[in-house]
């Protein structure tokens, strides 16, 4: 059963390239995994998040 409080998982650091999406797309996967819901929010304008999820 899911727990009713929600988790926020935030991925930051200042500097670009080192990862941040790429942890996200993964750690929600995996959440996944574990009968977790998962909601992603990408906020970047490069939309690269949005772009990895929407791949099928
Ligand atoms: N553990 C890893 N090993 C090798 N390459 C990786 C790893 N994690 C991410 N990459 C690669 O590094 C590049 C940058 O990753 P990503 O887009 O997730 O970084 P970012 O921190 O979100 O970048 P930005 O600051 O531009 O949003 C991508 O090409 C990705 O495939
Ligand atoms: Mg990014």
Same mark, same amino acid.
């Not at 390239?17 to 929600?28: A, D, E, M, Q, W």
């Given at each position: 059963?899911?727990?009713?409080? $929600?988790?926020?998982?935030?991925? *930051? +650091?200042?500097?670009?390239?080192? $990862?941040?999406?790429?942890?996200? *797309? +993964?750690?929600?996967?995996?959440?996944?995994?574990?009968?977790?819901? *998962?909601?992603?929010?990408?906020l970047d304008s490069q939309c690269n998040t949005s772009k990895l999820l929407m791949k099928t």
């Amino acid at each position: 059963m899911q727990d009713k409080k $929600g988790v926020i998982v935030a991925v *930051v +650091n200042n500097k670009g390239g080192v $990862g941040k999406s790429t942890i996200c *797309v +993964n750690l929600g996967y995996a959440l996944t995994t574990l009968d977790r819901r *998962v909601l992603v929010v990408d906020l970047d304008s490069q939309c690269n998040t949005s772009k990895l999820l929407m791949k099928t």
